[in-house]
């Protein structure tokens, strides 16, 4: 059995208004991630690691997520990513935070992970790490988008909360909040899971402010029974270590479900609203979110679901 779910993002109170004009390119990226990905996957020719590698850097090249290109811009105006990956069969682990000139800052997490250690590099340090392993380099400029220097231009003259137009596809279809992280969990034919997530942060975060994407059990957690990736306001899946909660409660017999709702539980009365991917090693998976969407997809036994609102997109009625 291999499963591959992805996630682009979740946020945004009140009644789902359906899709923006931007939405059907997003699904198009998320159908064609989880179709090469998880035909690689039961070929057997790609281990789930390899497998959450590769579909995070196919959505770390579309613009319209926020990680890779179309990173939304901090304060200053520049573009600074985070990303991190883990290994369920031994534990192995690699985070990059604060990089500026990689195309995928999830192929650096991986390259830190098989070299084994440190776990976590920062800033240009991570860069330079990223470039002399192979990972492609970019021109800080490059990375931006002319959607998200709009969204940064209204952020600042609405002086407004960061994050607070990470979404603003109209530049506002949805009233969100910036939750535009990228992840992809998955199992492969030999039972191993992994789990990878990137993202840019948030519009308008100050210099130096670290969400919980790279951090491993925070954003990130696999280990032999389950693997996840979480999305939402990072500060408080770092302050109830979201992830690695969430394999302790399934590791304790609660059921996914039950384990991912508890997270969710946990993480909303201290402004945490968001969502999870998690597949276990017995082949059960889930995408629960508590927010007005999330951007999410399921590659299952060779059939696709993809999802933004409350109920699955109708494939068949869109070009993919």
């Not at 990303?83 to 192929?107: E, K, L, Q, T, Y």
């Not at 709702?261 to 909303?268: G, N, Q, Y």
């Not at 036994?301 to 109708?314: K, L, S």
Request: a negative charge; proline letters at 3%; one cysteine or more.
């Amino acid at each position: 059995m291999t499963i591959l779910a992805i996630h682009g993002g979740a946020g945004g109170d009140g009644e789902w208004r359906g899709l923006t004009s931007l939405d059907p390119a997003r699904i198009r990226c998320m159908h064609h991630v989880l179709k090469s990905i998880g035909d690689a996957l039961e070929s057997g020719s790609i281990d789930a690691l390899e497998a959450v590698t590769q579909a995070v850097e196919l959505m770390e090249d579309e613009p319209l997520f926020n990680a890779g290109i179309g990173s939304v811009l901090d304060e200053d105006g520049t573009v600074t990513m985070d990303a991190s990956i883990m290994n369920g069969a031994d534990g192995a682990a690699g985070a990059v935070v604060n990089v500026r000139r990689i195309r995928h800052p999830i192929r650096a997490a991986n390259c830190i992970l098989k070299q084994g250690w440190p776990v976590m590099l920062n800033s240009q340090a991570a860069d330079e790490f990223a470039i002399q392993n192979g990972v492609e380099e970019v021109q800080p400029t490059w990375l931006i988008t002319d959607l998200r220097q709009k969204q940064w231009n209204l952020w600042k003259e609405q002086n407004a909360r960061p994050g607070a137009t990470d979404e603003d596809d109209s530049v506002l279809d949805h009233d969100l909040e910036g939750m535009g992280t990228v992840g992809a969990v998955a199992l492969d034919k030999n039972g191993g899971v992994a789990a990878a997530t990137s993202t840019g942060g948030m519009t308008g975060k100050p210099k130096g402010r670290i969400g919980d994407t790279p951090i491993i059990g925070a954003g990130t957690w696999a280990d032999a029974n389950i693997a996840i990736s979480c999305t939402g306001v990072g500060e408080a899946f770092i302050r109830t270590c979201g992830a690695h909660r969430l394999a302790t409660k399934f590791e304790a017999a609660l059921s996914l479900d039950d384990a991912c709702r508890d997270v969710l539980d946990a993480v909303e009365p201290i402004g945490g609203r968001g969502g999870v991917i998690a597949v276990t090693a017995e082949g059960d998976v889930a995408t629960p979110f508590q927010t007005m969407l999330m951007y999410r997809g399921v590659w299952k036994h060779g059939e696709i679901t993809i999802g933004i609102g409350p109920n699955d997109v109708d494939l068949d009625s869109m070009d993919s």
